[in-house]
């Protein structure tokens, strides 16, 4: 075949295989990739969580993680107590547990509220209230009906502490379990509690 | 290598070119098709992203299934045919033997070419795989893996049969590319279409491929062929083999673990880790800068603008801006105003249209003569092409990085990037335009080949017997 290319493409003097310069890599850029991957290493270091697969940006660490996460435990429990009361409780017994006049009693310093066992302020969502009961000083006579009993047990657990815990009522919380225990002692379709029931049972 | 010549007489250069032609034309032919077809389909994505009403009636067109084929066909159907075609080169001219078993690139071609259109067709129809940079379904993908490796192993042959001992970087580069593709790819595909991995961990893949296919192995293929080319155009030796061996080792080693995004939802380790090795991409590219700007120093000539050397140079300066914007799009501060917008996508266009591509066309504008021996048809196109696609890839993809900034800059609103993309559009008929111009030229050489081919059998066949050859 011909060698003669007329071409009118710019072509080096010669077709040469191309050379390369042979100097050694000078120390810097040696030097200059540890420094970046030291650098690099401390920023890994600070931010990925060092594998922690439940760890996602923009997180940095587990600490981090429980730091800003929503809470579990007492908080959670609390936050959990706030919203089922509000939506159940408060109608009635006010988003502030002072209760509304002709409609029901304060819960913001009522003894039942914060007695020192919850044995019979469990019974009373439970199964409902009626008849005469005094609460802070004040005599009622209406009833209510068993507004808890429809509640699964860890969020009518959660509503009693908080109603024990909030508006400065401060008694202890309620576990779940004694909700439990409470309830499968009162049967299906239990009556409704009164003043004089109440008292015959522990705190 | 006199010593050497004496040993084994090493081909003369036309001999290994010509060894070269049937797998080149094989190639580029169909390259150069998909080229025209690729860039078509992105200028309607474009037009439609803001008139949406152009084309709509058309269910094949629509928006999502355009881009990925016009990103698909510029990828898979004209960067790596023509990159394989030029590795083929390139790997011939440096190990000076002609190139062993020509005919099974011719073959593989053909499967390639085929893998392309029933993959681009499958997106068209709607039945891509829904993997960004993997559409194709098995169907196109599995004949490109074995298309791919076809073509691999001769190349890969020709480097270990050759005559000239010593090694150049551009070795070190394509052989690895060599590798790199068909591992990357059938890993990805295995893992996503064949047996798909769960959660958190497909977007992974998927993420990784796509850096790898477009990052990594686009580096090592454009900085192999532009290594290559630069010092033989100007002349001037590469400055220097330890500087482009550093580029190599560090961009293969930082390179394969980036691209996922800060804000991506994987546990927060695998997206730092992906950033630290983004910015550890400084490395490999003050390496460049500086082999680009030392190996253009120096007495040489540097041809007229707009020859091959035009689209090296271009290519390589695109280089650098595009992993300039990689590194960029991983440090926290900017990325939480770029991250997901069209400054990405600028990026990767940068990386395929302004690099790679325009890499292998001063390639092939040096090879595709030489491998046939006769001139292109028209190559006044030449300088052309390279005004327009040097012009159209600034029109495409600055608007494009633009349009990302207004869009992270008011809270990912489109409304505040879609005069950019109007500009945008125009870049990308400008690109047209130039690979219009390429397509043309190459199609013409092929069809005068074609017509030699023809005419001298025919000359051959109705050619009166000499009087000597009847004699004996």
Same mark, same amino acid.
């Given at each position: 075949?011909?060698?003669?290319?007329? !071409?009118?493409?710019?072509?080096?003097? !010669?077709?040469?295989?191309?050379?390369?310069?042979?100097?050694?890599?000078?120390?810097?850029?040696?030097?200059?990739?540890?420094?970046?991957?030291?650098?690099?290493?401390? @920023?890994?270091?600070?931010?990925?969580?060092?594998?922690?697969?439940?760890? @996602?940006?923009?997180?940095?660490?587990?600490?981090?993680?429980?730091?800003?996460?929503?809470? !579990?435990?007492?908080?959670?429990?609390?936050?959990?107590?706030?919203?089922? @009361?509000?939506?159940?409780?408060?109608?009635?017994?006010?988003?502030?547990?002072?209760?509304?006049?002709?409609?029901?009693?304060?819960?913001? =310093?009522?003894?039942?509220?914060?007695?020192?066992?919850?044995?019979?302020?469990?019974?009373?969502?439970?199964?409902?209230?009626?008849?005469?009961?005094?609460?802070?000083?004040?005599?009622?006579?209406?009833?209510?009906?068993?507004?808890?009993?429809?509640?699964?047990?860890?969020?009518?657990?959660?509503?009693?502490?908080?109603?024990?815990?909030?508006?400065?009522?401060?008694? !202890?919380?309620?576990?779940?379990?004694?909700?439990?225990?409470?309830?499968?002692?009162? =049967?299906?379709?239990?009556?409704?509690?009164?003043?004089?029931?109440?008292?015959?049972?522990?705190? | 290598?006199?010593?050497?010549?004496?040993?084994?007489?090493?081909?003369?250069?036309?001999?290994?070119?010509?060894?070269?032609?049937?797998?080149?034309?094989?190639?580029?032919?169909?390259?150069?098709?998909?080229?025209?077809?690729?860039?078509?389909? &992105?200028?309607?994505?474009?037009?439609?992203?803001?008139?949406?009403?152009?084309?709509?009636?058309?269910?094949?067109?629509?928006?999502?299934?355009?881009?990925?084929?016009?990103?698909?066909?510029?990828?898979?159907?004209?960067?790596?045919?023509?990159?394989? &075609?030029?590795?083929? #080169?390139?790997?011939?001219?440096?190990?000076?033997?002609?190139?062993?078993?020509?005919?099974?690139?011719?073959?593989?071609?053909?499967?390639?070419?085929?893998?392309?259109?029933?993959?681009?067709?499958?997106?068209?129809?709607?039945?891509?795989?829904?993997?960004?940079? $993997?559409?194709? %379904?098995?169907?196109?993908?599995?004949?490109?893996?074995?298309?791919?490796?076809?073509?691999?192993?001769?190349?890969?042959?020709?480097?270990?049969?050759?005559?000239?001992?010593?090694?150049?970087?551009?070795?070190?580069?394509?052989? /690895?590319?060599?590798?790199?593709?068909?591992?990357?790819?059938?890993?990805?595909?295995?893992?996503?279409?064949?047996?798909?991995?769960?959660?958190?961990?497909?977007?992974?893949?998927?993420?990784?491929?796509?850096?790898?296919?477009?990052?990594?192995?686009?580096?090592?293929?454009?900085?192999?062929?532009?290594?290559?080319?630069? %010092?033989?155009?100007?002349?001037?030796?590469?400055?220097?083999?330890?500087?482009?061996?550093?580029?190599? #080792?560090?961009?293969?080693?930082?390179?394969?673990?980036?691209?996922?995004?800060?804000?991506?939802?994987?546990?927060?380790?695998?997206?730092?880790?992906?950033?630290?090795?983004?910015?550890?991409?400084?490395?490999?590219?003050?390496?460049?800068?500086?082999?680009?700007?030392?190996?253009?120093?120096?007495?040489?000539?540097?041809? %007229?603008?707009?020859?091959?050397?035009?689209?090296?140079?271009?290519?390589?300066?695109?280089?650098?801006?595009?992993?300039?914007?990689?590194?960029?799009?991983?440090?926290?501060?900017?990325?939480?105003?770029?991250?997901?917008?069209?400054?990405?996508?600028?990026?990767?266009?940068?990386?395929?249209?302004?690099?790679? /591509?325009?890499?292998? *066309?001063?390639?092939?504008?040096?090879?595709?003569?030489?491998?046939?021996?006769?001139?292109?048809?028209?190559?006044?196109?030449?300088?052309?092409?390279?005004?327009?696609?040097?012009?159209?890839?600034?029109?495409?993809?600055?608007?494009?990085?633009?349009?990302?900034?207004?869009?992270?800059?008011?809270?990912?609103?489109?409304?505040?990037?879609?005069?950019?993309?109007?500009?945008?559009?125009?870049?990308?008929? *400008?690109?047209?335009?130039?690979?219009?111009?390429?397509?043309?030229?190459?199609?013409?050489?092929? $069809?005068?080949?074609?017509?030699?081919?023809?005419?001298?059998?025919?000359?051959?066949?109705?050619?009166?017997?000499?009087?000597?050859?009847?004699?004996?």
């Amino acid at each position: 075949m011909s060698a003669d290319i007329k !071409s009118s493409l710019p072509k080096p003097p !010669s077709d040469p295989r191309p050379e390369a310069v042979r100097t050694t890599l000078p120390i810097w850029i040696i030097v200059l990739t540890l420094m970046l991957l030291f650098l690099g290493g401390l @920023y890994f270091d600070n931010h990925s969580g060092w594998f922690q697969t439940q760890v @996602y940006g923009p997180y940095a660490s587990v600490d981090q993680l429980e730091l800003y996460q929503p809470k !579990s435990g007492a908080a959670a429990e609390l936050a959990r107590g706030k919203v089922v @009361y509000e939506q159940v409780c408060g109608l009635c017994h006010g988003a502030d547990g002072l209760g509304k006049p002709g409609q029901a009693p304060p819960l913001a =310093g009522s003894e039942w509220v914060m007695a020192k066992g919850y044995n019979r302020l469990a019974h009373i969502p439970l199964a409902g209230l009626s008849g005469n009961i005094s609460v802070a000083g004040k005599d009622w006579n209406m009833g209510m009906a068993a507004m808890g009993a429809a509640l699964p047990d860890a969020d009518l657990a959660a509503v009693l502490t908080y109603i024990r815990t909030s508006w400065g009522n401060g008694a !202890s919380p309620v576990p779940m379990e004694d909700v439990t225990k409470v309830r499968a002692g009162l =049967g299906a379709r239990p009556q409704p509690m009164s003043h004089d029931m109440l008292m015959t049972m522990p705190e | 290598m006199t010593a050497n010549e004496t040993i084994h007489p090493t081909a003369p250069a036309p001999e290994i070119d010509a060894s070269c032609r049937l797998p080149l034309l094989a190639l580029l032919v169909g390259a150069s098709v998909w080229l025209v077809v690729g860039t078509v389909l &992105a200028l309607i994505a474009s037009i439609k992203f803001h008139a949406p009403e152009f084309l709509a009636a058309c269910p094949l067109l629509t928006y999502g299934r355009v881009v990925a084929a016009a990103n698909d066909a510029l990828v898979y159907g004209f960067c790596l045919p023509a990159s394989l &075609a030029v590795i083929i #080169w390139v790997f011939a001219r440096l190990s000076q033997t002609v190139y062993t078993l020509p005919l099974v690139p011719v073959v593989a071609a053909h499967i390639w070419h085929l893998g392309v259109f029933i993959g681009l067709l499958s997106i068209l129809l709607g039945h891509s795989t829904g993997f960004t940079w $993997l559409e194709f %379904p098995r169907g196109g993908s599995i004949l490109l893996f074995v298309a791919f490796v076809l073509i691999a192993i001769p190349t890969a042959a020709s480097f270990g049969f050759r005559l000239e001992k010593d090694l150049y970087p551009s070795h070190w580069f394509l052989l /690895a590319a060599l590798l790199w593709f068909p591992w990357s790819y059938a890993s990805a595909n295995i893992f996503l279409v064949a047996m798909p991995v769960r959660g958190v961990a497909q977007g992974v893949v998927n993420l990784w491929f796509a850096n790898n296919l477009l990052y990594v192995w686009f580096s090592l293929v454009g900085l192999g062929i532009g290594f290559y080319f630069l %010092p033989k155009l100007t002349g001037r030796p590469l400055q220097t083999y330890y500087y482009a061996l550093y580029v190599f #080792w560090t961009l293969a080693l930082f390179g394969t673990w980036c691209g996922l995004p800060q804000g991506s939802p994987f546990p927060a380790w695998i997206t730092t880790l992906s950033s630290v090795a983004a910015v550890l991409l400084i490395v490999p590219l003050i390496g460049v800068t500086v082999v680009f700007g030392r190996s253009l120093g120096g007495p040489g000539s540097d041809g %007229p603008m707009g020859g091959p050397l035009s689209f090296v140079k271009f290519g390589l300066v695109s280089f650098l801006l595009s992993t300039l914007m990689y590194i960029a799009l991983a440090c926290p501060q900017i990325s939480r105003l770029l991250e997901f917008t069209w400054f990405g996508v600028a990026q990767s266009q940068l990386q395929i249209l302004g690099f790679l /591509a325009m890499v292998l *066309f001063g390639a092939i504008y040096y090879i595709l003569p030489r491998a046939l021996g006769f001139d292109f048809i028209a190559p006044q196109f030449i300088r052309a092409h390279c005004f327009l696609a040097g012009l159209g890839v600034v029109f495409w993809v600055a608007p494009l990085a633009l349009a990302g900034y207004a869009q992270g800059a008011n809270a990912y609103s489109l409304d505040a990037s879609l005069n950019w993309l109007r500009i945008s559009t125009l870049g990308l008929g *400008f690109i047209l335009l130039g690979n219009l111009l390429f397509a043309l030229n190459i199609l013409a050489m092929f $069809l005068t080949w074609k017509l030699n081919l023809v005419k001298t059998l025919f000359a051959a066949i109705t050619a009166p017997l000499k009087v000597s050859e009847v004699k004996s």
